[in-house]
């Protein structure tokens, strides 16, 4: 029974007789790999187009229709180095994407609108005003408004749209003191131009509002490639189920093409993508990622299996579940809502200072307002001087003050490995001050590993590894993978449930059960000194070896855990694996405090004690029973093998096998937070310099836009001090 891929779920229109596909591609680091794979796919007869965008990594597609299998593409890429999945666009995604391009579009016709401003306005700065014979100056004027009116009108649209529904619902935002700065500095100009007057200040407005949306922009683009990246890896994790369409007849299509009631394959090998229940087969389960228990359980029909569980030995046929709201996953989703509730009152180091802002800059340019109109002013006077605080007390620093320094630390944080789910996630992982690691694909890899590699002859590994490559048992791929096996031996055949046999220079060859190669005793006695590893047997006419199989620790974790000692972080395991697994992880990690034998509502418990004393909790956690002790804790970070439902809750979720980068993590956010502080500190001290000269009256709109300016410029180079640590060793 063979399967193929199936495309159909991934193909759009594009026209008449067109079809369009998007692939997820890996390896492409540099426009060289892209100018490579666009030249050697649209060499391919009847392709239209294929244009890779480097900053996403993806590749799209156009080709007539009929005329060729979509497989061609992935082999082609294959071919060239490079390794691709079919990609479907989240909607999320795509209305960031959607949200950053608008803001993109905007910010442009301001940025190109001031451009032209501010050549009218040099005749007017390079000398004296009331010089100027009137028509000229009054032509400027009526030009610079004739240029600014329309672009404010489009560009200033988001600072619009938000003021009014803060008002409408009986409040005030950041938006509403800009508003009304830029509508108040517009009219004033009309009614200066309109009255032959010698200033106006549609230069002051329009470069407003291009450095307001150049921190909205910022700040969208950083949560737009956040979400490409996480959709990248989605599609590059290759979330597929093999289902049938007949009796014999089956297809790997992708998850979202599955419903209740289907019939999927499961072979040995491979992990499930759905909840269900097994009809036929039996066979050894790993289900770790669901619960954390390490030990195999045997599924026969009726068995229930779900999302994450690794099939170890026979084939089985999995009914998908109907009743979803009896299944494990809907016990932990509504777990999963329970904790996102709880966390929801947090809020970002941006929004707190909005809200004291807004507030104290509508009362400052009211009472300056007010205070001059008392003092003798004419209201025109008064009216140009609270613009002008509005104007210089305009939140551009701050508005650019905390996105700048995100965008920065986002690509140091995905330099090292670090991909952020969510936009105040740097903020909360810089003030964590006790870490619970997760033992089962956190603190250990998520493959197996032989444990016992040094016991055994060089010859004999790199023979039996040859001799796995026949075999889809996960326990025999990991001593092929610890041989580096890359040629398998011939005329190996499989036995169902036993392991494979051969013959070799006229020896029979075995690898696989210990009671099936003969090697019960050796077994036995490496299950006495390690009873939490996995045993498979290899044997070559009298020469027998048994290899004890199991995961191991990642790399760096002892060095990472003390480390964040160093750091002043408490460390503890939280984890669902029996009492000896989690006992032996602690203590070769120096871990003193660990728990055993959890369910996912002990673990929230646990994270809800900890806030209760005051700590701010980082959870890090894979498996679908740590989802909701990764939404209810302070920060939360996934590795990139972890289940979809826990890498979508996890605040981070960082790549590769070392544990590295959950320490720079919070290494680079705590760097961040200091500098979002200052930038905040810079915003609060340029106010407190430049308003009480904005009160005085010295200072017009335009030396006021010119000031602000100054100020955005100033935090814009701060925030770029958030590089450091990228390469730093942790």
Avoid at 95 to 116: C, D, I, P, S, T
Avoid at 392 to 417: D, E, H, K, N, R
Wanted: glycine share 6%; net charge neutral; hydrophobic share 50%.
């Amino acid at each position: 029974m063979q399967s193929t891929l199936d495309f159909s779920h991934y193909l759009k229109n594009a026209g008449p007789g067109l079809l369009h596909l998007e692939l997820a591609v890996e390896g492409i680091n540099c426009a060289g790999c892209m100018a490579k794979i666009e030249r050697n796919l649209s060499k391919i007869p009847d392709v239209t187009s294929a244009r890779v965008n480097l900053t996403d990594r993806r590749l799209a597609l156009e080709w007539k229709e009929g005329a060729i299998d979509p497989a061609t593409f992935v082999d082609r890429l294959a071919e060239l180095g490079y390794k691709a999945y079919p990609f479907e666009r989240a909607d999320a995604e795509t209305k960031e994407a959607e949200r950053a391009g608008a803001l993109l579009r905007r910010l442009g016709v301001a940025a190109f609108a001031a451009m032209n401003v501010m050549m009218l306005s040099i005749p007017v700065w390079s000398g004296n005003v009331s010089d100027m014979l009137p028509e000229q100056r009054d032509f400027f004027h009526w030009l610079s408004a004739l240029i600014v009116l329309p672009a404010a009108a489009y560009s200033a649209q988001p600072f619009f749209s938000s003021a009014f529904a803060a008002l409408r619902a009986r409040g005030v935002n950041m938006d509403v003191p800009i508003s009304i700065g830029i509508a108040l500095a517009l009219g004033m100009s009309l009614v200066e131009t309109a009255s032959h007057a010698d200033h106006a200040y549609f230069d002051a407005a329009i470069m407003l509002i291009a450095f307001l949306l150049a921190g909205r922009y910022l700040d969208q683009n950083m949560r737009r490639r956040t979400r490409a990246f996480a959709g990248n890896l989605a599609a590059l994790k290759a979330e597929t189920a093999t289902k049938f369409f007949g009796d014999d007849e089956v297809r790997t299509v992708p998850v979202a093409a599955i419903r209740p009631g289907d019939i999927v394959l499961l072979r040995p090998g491979e992990r499930s993508a759905v909840d269900g229940n097994v009809v036929s087969g039996r066979s050894e389960i790993d289900q770790s990622l669901i619960t954390g228990e390490t030990k195999p359980e045997t599924a026969v029909a009726g068995s229930a299996v779900y999302a994450g569980t690794l099939v170890r030995s026979g084939t089985l046929r999995v009914r998908v579940a109907a009743a979803a709201e009896e299944t494990l996953l809907a016990e932990i989703s509504r777990l999963l809502e329970n904790a996102l509730q709880s966390r929801s009152h947090y809020l970002r180091l941006a929004e707190r200072a909005a809200r004291l802002y807004a507030p104290v800059v509508h009362a400052t340019a009211f009472l300056t307002m007010l205070g001059w109109l008392i003092a003798g002013a004419t209201i025109h006077d008064s009216i140009v001087t609270a613009i002008a605080v509005l104007i210089i007390t305009c939140p551009c620093a701050l508005g650019l003050a905390i996105p700048a320094v995100q965008t920065v630390a986002s690509g140091a944080l995905f330099g090292s490995g670090v991909l952020l789910n969510s936009g105040d996630a740097i903020e909360r992982l810089a003030l964590v001050d006790r870490v619970i690691f997760d033992k089962t694909g956190t603190l250990t890899l998520p493959e197996l590993d032989v444990a016992n590699a040094a016991a055994i002859p060089a010859a004999v590994f790199a023979l039996a590894g040859r001799v796995a490559l026949s075999s889809r048992h996960p326990v025999a791929a990991a001593v092929a993978r610890a041989a580096k096996a890359t040629s398998p031996l011939e005329g190996i055949e499989e036995e169902p449930g036993q392991g494979v046999h051969g013959m070799l220079d006229g020896r029979e060859i075995r690898l696989g059960r210990p009671v099936y190669c003969g090697a019960d005793d050796e077994a036995n006695a490496i299950l006495s000194r390690d009873p939490e590893a996995s045993v498979v047997a290899f044997r070559h006419g009298a020469d027998c070896h048994v290899f004890a199989v199991r995961q191991r620790l990642r790399p760096d974790a002892a060095s990472v855990v003390e480390k964040l000692r160093q750091y002043g972080i408490a460390v503890e395991v939280v984890s669902g694996d029996r009492e000896p697994a989690v006992r032996m992880a602690a203590q070769s990690l120096g871990i003193r405090e660990w728990r055993a034998e959890v369910t996912p509502v002990d673990k929230i418990a646990r994270i809800n004690e900890l806030a209760a004393q005051g700590f701010k909790v980082l959870m890090v956690g894979d498996g679908l029973n740590d989802a909701p002790a990764l939404a209810a804790a302070y920060a939360s970070m996934s590795p990139v093998s972890a289940t979809h439902l826990s890498q979508s809750v996890a605040d981070a979720v960082f790549l590769g096998e070392r544990l590295a980068p959950v320490g720079l993590a919070i290494a680079i956010s705590r760097k961040a937070l200091l500098l979002m502080r200052q930038n905040l500190w810079l915003a609060v001290v340029y106010n407190a310099l430049a308003v009480p000269i904005a009160i005085a009256g010295v200072v017009t709109p335009l030396i006021a836009a010119a000031a602000m300016s100054g100020s955005s410029l100033l935090v814009m180079l701060n925030a770029l001090r958030a590089r450091f640590h990228q390469k730093e060793t942790f």
